[in-house]
């Protein structure tokens, strides 16, 4: 009987910080809950603004090789049962990130503490990483619990779009938490009611609770498919009145993943990740997942 194909493997990029090392040992727990292989990249080249004052070509290569090297004894010391592989990239970190993030299940890197982020999301690096990337990126912060992104560890905490927006950040949360044994937290944002002085345009009573009622019937909805394909992972849903950024920071202490979507089409000349993004980026304690969609 022939063995079943090798799944996808998982990306982590390495830059010889020790919050790219924080982030290779998060993508091996992840590739072991997924059965899945392990890939350490390292794109080496430096950008062309920068080219002339780097170090020399052949240092940096053996730099990068010696921290791939490095990487990779200690995840196969700590993760024996996960096949690792490793792979230097002659290219700059954007261009060799985001191409080989599109061969792989997802793509992991690190990042420094909260509000601030470093290594390959220095300056505009990781925002275009982030926003070119045609699989889902996940920042991992560089210190921290490491047993939090463990199985059953923590829910998965999904921030819920209107469908069909929302399907691959929701799949992607459902396959998390199946992998981990955990749940999904998924939540909705709700307006907050606006209130005027005009009796003709102040709500009727009865109107904000309707707005509740069908943004719950959205919500539940929008997860009834996963709910079925993944009938083993409990689910909670929750609409909550106010801004995405903060319903979803509100959910995030104590989950062992947040997921948010990226729309694939924005503008080329200007990509730019949204604000709920961000907020989540520098302000949550989990990692963070951006899953992009149409």
């Known amino acids: 009987m022939a063995e079943p194909p090798m799944a996808h493997p998982i990306t982590a990029g390495l830059d010889g910080s020790p919050e790219s090392l924080a982030a290779a040992e998060w993508a091996a727990r992840e590739a072991r809950c997924r059965h899945a292989p ?5 794109a080496w080249m430096p ?3 920068t080219a002339r004052g780097a170090q020399a070509p052949e240092m940096r290569k053996l730099r990068a090789q010696e921290a791939l090297e490095e990487a990779k004894a200690h995840i196969a010391d700590r993760y024996p049962e996960v096949p690792v592989s490793v792979e230097l990239i002659p290219r700059t970190a954007v261009d060799g990130l985001a191409g080989h993030g599109a061969s792989s299940q997802m793509l992991v890197l690190g990042s420094h503490a909260r509000g601030a982020v470093a290594g390959y999301l220095l300056g505009s690096v990781g925002l275009r990483v982030l926003t070119c990337s045609t699989s889902p990126v996940v920042m991992v912060r560089g210190a921290g619990e490491p047993e939090r992104t463990g199985p059953g560890a923590g829910e998965v905490v999904v921030g819920v779009q209107d469908p069909p927006e929302s399907a691959a950040p929701i799949e992607f949360a459902f396959a998390t938490a199946a ?3 955990t749940g999904v937290r998924a939540v909705r944002a709700l307006a907050p009611p606006v209130f005027t002085h005009g009796p003709r345009t102040r709500p009727h009573p009865d109107h904000g609770a309707d707005i509740r009622d069908e943004e719950r019937r959205l919500l539940a909805e929008a997860v009834e498919l996963w709910r079925e394909k993944y009938p083993d992972v409990p689910v909670t849903e929750r609409a909550e009145h106010g801004h995405a950024a903060d319903v979803l920071l509100a959910a995030a202490p104590g989950a062992g ?3 948010v979507g990226r729309h694939t089409h924005r503008p080329p000349v200007a990509p730019r990740l949204g604000h709920v993004t961000h907020a989540l980026l520098h302000h949550a304690a989990c990692p963070v997942a951006v ?3 149409d």
Request: charged residues 5%.
């Open 38 to 42: 392990l890939r350490l990249v390292h």
């Open 47 to 49: 950008p062309a603004q």
């Open 179 to 181: 992998a981990h044994g």
């Open 257 to 259: 993943l947040a997921v």
């Open 291 to 293: 899953v992009p969609h």
